[in-house]
């Protein structure tokens, strides 16, 4: 009888033993599978990004390719067109773009000023400056920015001869943050 | 430390100890003449269950330093990314649009034009004198320096470009480099994400392929 109890009392302690560890192991394998999950969620959320980023960056192309900003080619800013439009036709063009600032950027060649500082184009600057601030909205909230490389074209008299001089620019997209 | 005697029974013995040191006075009550036996079952009872102890620390010790060895492999062996950019797309196709010094017919070239010249011939020489290949090399050189500004503050670590002239195996569709005009490679490209574009330009019965690939940070 006594013998008995004491087996009894031995194995339950076994079978809580037993219990135990099944938790701690069963416990273990979940943590591993949260800090799994945890990581593939963190590279998910990484391509989304990437993905949302040349989403912007196309939308930008797609802009850059309307009839107010191209040159007549694909991917490539009239520069003549910029001057018009940053010198107050901002408010006529403004309902279309749905977006909150818009500024281009001349990155090559740098014009003699621009190693010092940025100078911003206007009727009196131009062709000898480097920023375009094409359009800005200050009644809507930034939520982030895009750029893209284009060709920033102008048209020039040589002897007689018109042709487009294209350089390097940048455009700066900051679109509108969601309310 | 005093040791003595206070109750004695048939059945049990109370056996007091007292600390003179530390002032402490502990009774323990032996329940009969088989304490012995008890005693020596517990020292087994205990060693066994250290022993259990030491084996259960052992496996997790076992386990966490496997789990550190694959989390380190994993995290230094990381694959690194490679994908198309349109961002660098874009910048191809600007490039390319680029009016260069070299002059055909009293007009500028495009750079463009100014790759093909030089894939052409390259001795050939723009309308000013100057060699269409080193006005390919000197404004490719330019561009890159300012359009992709690298460095190790910056999320661009480097990158790699190359102007080749490629021929397609009709058979296989392999793509065979038969004349490399220029090829820059500039920084650390050995690094997580590369984001690569190319362009072709159609010249004679070949191509002309214009690849970058922009090297950043993770």
Sequence with gaps: MDNNIKIKKKSQLKIQQMAFMIMAVFIFFILAGIFFVSVSVQGMKRDVTRLEREKAITTVANLVDTAEFTCGKSLCLDADKLIALSSGMQEVFGDLWPVAEIKVRRLYPLVSMQN???????????????????????????????????????????????????????????????? | MEKRNIAKSKRSTRVCTRDRTLNLHSCKRSNSHFDFFNKKRNIVKSKCSQEEMIGFILIVVLVSVIALVFLGISIIRQPKQEYKSSEVSNFLGSFLQYTTTCESRYLPLSMADVIKECAENEAKECGNGELACSVMNSTTEGILSAALPYGNESYLKGYEFNIDVISRINDTGEIVIRKQLAGTKKGNCNVVIKKGGDTLLPFEDDDIRIMLNACYSG
Excluded: H, M
């Design chain 1, 116 to 179: 010092i500082e940025d100078v911003e184009c206007t009727r009196l600057t131009y062709p000898e400056c480097n920023v375009f601030d094409v359009y800005k909205n200050d009644e809507v909230k930034t939520a982030g920015a895009v750029s893209s490389f284009v060709a920033l074209c102008r048209k020039e008299n040589k002897e007689g001869f018109v042709y487009d001089k294209c350089e390097l620019g940048q455009i700066n997209i900051a679109y509108r943050a969601v309310e």
